[in-house]
């Protein structure tokens, strides 16, 4: 079982509506890290978090340190939005400190 | 300006060969790194560098050496290529990775493909 663990891995919503991408993880982190990878491949950082909850536009992420859960949520979603969303935690344990652990990514199309 | 830029974009080369692939940041970042993107688009980390020193090496083949010249850069050398290394290699940058700080800078990634 990967450390960090997403849901659901592929979504498909209309334009307009929220989005909710779950992230959940076993290790213990300093940090938590939410990604956007494009279509084309680039990779942007949205957020790094290690507690309570950040907005920027129409993202918000929030972190749950107990429950080891992060969700990030899209509102009023468009077809811009369309990319991979990757959760990845930084470990704070042993010889992997500083370590991002990723998820797998979960894929959003946003449909016009 | 870019911030984190990698050379090349693209690399077809033939297995057995050796390769290097550059990267350089332009944002004063102290901390540097080269993650592995496969088919499946897992990312995974490689290496990471902080003030030119070599502060994490995951299990990865020693066909792979990380060199750093300088605090903006951060080479990624790789012999005897295998199919097996085909894949998207990233690199990013920090300003630290503890704490507060870490937030990653990525560049555009360079693809791979060994034939």
């Known amino acids: 079982k990967n450390e960090v663990e997403q849901s659901p891995q592929n979504l498909t919503a209309q334009e307009g509506e929220f989005i909710t991408i779950n992230c959940s993880y076993s290790v213990g982190i300093s940090a938590l890290h939410w990604l956007q990878q494009h279509p084309g491949g680039g990779i942007v950082s949205l957020f790094m978090l290690s507690s309570g909850k950040k907005k920027h536009g129409r993202l918000i992420a929030t972190i749950n340190i107990q429950e080891k859960h992060s969700s990030l949520h899209i509102t009023a979603s468009h077809p811009r939005d369309s990319a991979v969303y990757i959760c990845a935690v930084r470990s704070r344990n042993g010889g992997s400190q500083g370590n991002l652990i990723f998820g797998k990514g979960t894929k959003l199309s946003v449909k016009p | 300006d870019t911030a984190v830029s990698q050379t090349p974009k693209y690399l077809v080369t033939q297995m057995g060969n050796d390769k290097s692939i550059k990267c350089e940041q332009n944002l004063g970042h102290d901390t540097m790194y080269w993650y592995k993107q496969d088919s499946k688009k897992f990312l995974k980390i490689m290496f990471s560098?902080?003030?030119?020193?070599?502060?994490i090496n995951e299990t990865v083949p020693n066909r792979f050496s990380p060199k750093s010249p300088d605090k903006a850069h951060l080479n990624l050398h790789i012999n005897s290529l295998e199919l097996g290394d085909s894949a998207v290699y990233f690199c990013a940058s920090s300003q630290g990775w503890t704490g507060r700080l870490g937030e990653q800078y990525f560049g555009p990634g360079t693809r791979l493909t060994v034939t």
């Open positions: 560098y902080n003030n030119k020193e070599l502060i």
